[in-house]
């Protein structure tokens, strides 16, 4: 007979851990408010999260687009790749759209007083260093400096070459190794992603520990201050999830329930809300596509890791709608030509702007630089910048699913009639596997 801690241990575990991250967001928020400044000694345990979640990013990288590419011939890939370019490419743009229609109507910024802030600068990446940085180096360094795009490409470069041997190679102990590679390759998945659901267990606490110290630092005066910014970005992103990720693809094209869709990517979501970044909750939105989703590794081990890092919709809806709020502060009307510029630049900057905390505001220096308004905005925005971060890279993690589970459709790569599609969840997506422990 279990005593009364494993029994409430068993009860614990057994509500999904969505819910119980969400408690310790909402706990978390209401320890930053009411305690303010002391709750900042709680940062060490969110940032332990972090380094957690850090700590799997390139291993998952590696080993997901290796094990990916044992299934992928060169022609195959090509045609992964650009289906998966080509809607990204396409969902970046309709965010902005979406985020300059929004912003046209609501108006952010009319009658708000600007009082200035502190100019910040920075420049977007040329064409020739983002191609360039593509192609690492040294693929070891790159991997230790987390630089996803050059760790990606040598990943999907030595797993085609393996591939390519084990089909072309006459010496059959060449072909043994080959396999044995893979063999490894896929233990060592299953591995990191029993690492992952352990960590998330401990994502309780360091959500908790997150959002208490970021409200006991900044406090919701600033959040307040600039409140009709925050809605009218709330506002785009909520419309572009329901029209362009439900609507348009899990509804039109998938064909699936767009509850389906989102009971299977809550995990993910729920993470990016809280931590802020697309790449840190990478290792959750591969568990969610490989378990909830049921999208095969030979998508999303290509899709995911390069959607953490130029999949920007949020960002893209971000910068829209603060340029017009920009715009309406200084007394400059947008007109139809800078809008398509805006746009133009929101599309072609986001490959050049890493999924980490903060790449918001040097996206935002260069949309303002793009539209002719002053850098200052900058300054007085950067208040609201984690609240901003946060539903901004919520909404790229939910569009990194759904082109991962479109792009699987039109390859043949996912199973449409098992886990979250099919009214089922699986115990790495949802409530732990009850245990005797």
Do not use: C
Not at 48 to 74: A, C, D, E, T
Not at 140 to 159: E, H, N, P, Q, R
Not at 394 to 408: E, I, K, Q, R, Y
């Amino acid at each position: 007979m279990k005593g009364p801690v494993q029994r409430t241990w068993r009860g614990y575990r057994s509500i999904p851990i969505v819910y119980r991250i969400s408690a310790g967001f909402l706990l978390g928020a209401l320890v930053g408010v009411v305690v303010g400044q002391p709750a900042t000694q709680l940062r060490p345990l969110g940032d332990l999260f972090l380094r957690l979640l850090q700590m799997l990013v390139v291993p998952i990288v590696v080993f997901s687009l290796l094990g990916g590419m044992q299934k992928l011939s060169p022609s195959r890939l090509g045609r992964v790749g650009g289906t998966v370019v080509g809607l990204y490419v396409a969902t970046t743009a309709a965010a902005g759209v979406v985020g300059l229609a929004v912003a046209n109507l609501v108006n952010p910024g009319t009658g708000v007083a600007f009082t200035g802030g502190e100019a910040q600068s920075a420049e977007a990446p040329s064409l020739a260093k983002v191609v360039l940085g593509i192609v690492p180096a040294n693929p070891v360094s790159a991997m230790a400096s987390g630089d996803l795009l050059a760790t990606i490409f040598f990943a999907v470069a030595f797993g085609l070459a393996l591939a390519v041997v084990r089909d072309t190679t006459d010496d059959e102990s060449v072909r043994e190794g080959v396999e044995t590679i893979f063999g490894a390759v896929e233990a060592a998945t299953e591995a990191l992603f029993a690492i992952v659901w352990g960590v998330m267990e401990y994502g309780v606490v360091g959500v908790f520990a997150l959002v208490a110290a970021s409200l006991g630092e900044h406090g919701v005066s600033s959040i307040v201050s600039l409140a009709a910014l925050v809605g009218t970005i709330a506002l785009a992103i909520a419309v572009h999830i329901a029209v362009t990720y439900l609507g348009i693809i899990t509804v039109g094209l998938l064909g699936q329930s767009p509850l389906a869709f989102l009971d299977g990517a809550k995990d993910a979501m729920v993470t990016a809300f809280s931590i802020r970044s697309s790449s840190g909750t990478l290792p959750v939105t591969i568990a969610d596509a490989r378990d909830n989703l049921r999208i095969d590794e030979s998508v999303y081990g290509f899709s995911l890791p390069l959607g953490a890092t130029i999949n920007m919709d949020g960002a893209a809806i971000r910068q829209a709608v603060t340029a017009v709020f920009a715009a309406n502060l200084v007394g400059v009307p947008l007109g139809i030509a800078e809008q398509v510029t805006i746009l133009a630049t929101v599309v072609l900057v986001s490959v050049g702007t890493a999924g980490v905390p903060g790449a918001g505001l040097v996206m935002l220096t260069v949309i303002l630089n793009a539209a002719g308004l002053p850098l200052t905005i900058v300054g007085f925005v950067a208040g609201v910048d984690p609240i901003l971060g946060r539903i901004a890279t919520m909404n790229n993690v939910t569009g990194d699913l759904a082109v991962s589970a479109l792009a699987g459709k039109y390859n043949d790569a996912i199973d449409l009639d098992g886990g979250v599609w099919s009214g089922g969840r699986t115990a790495g997506g949802g409530a732990a596997p009850a245990t005797d422990d």
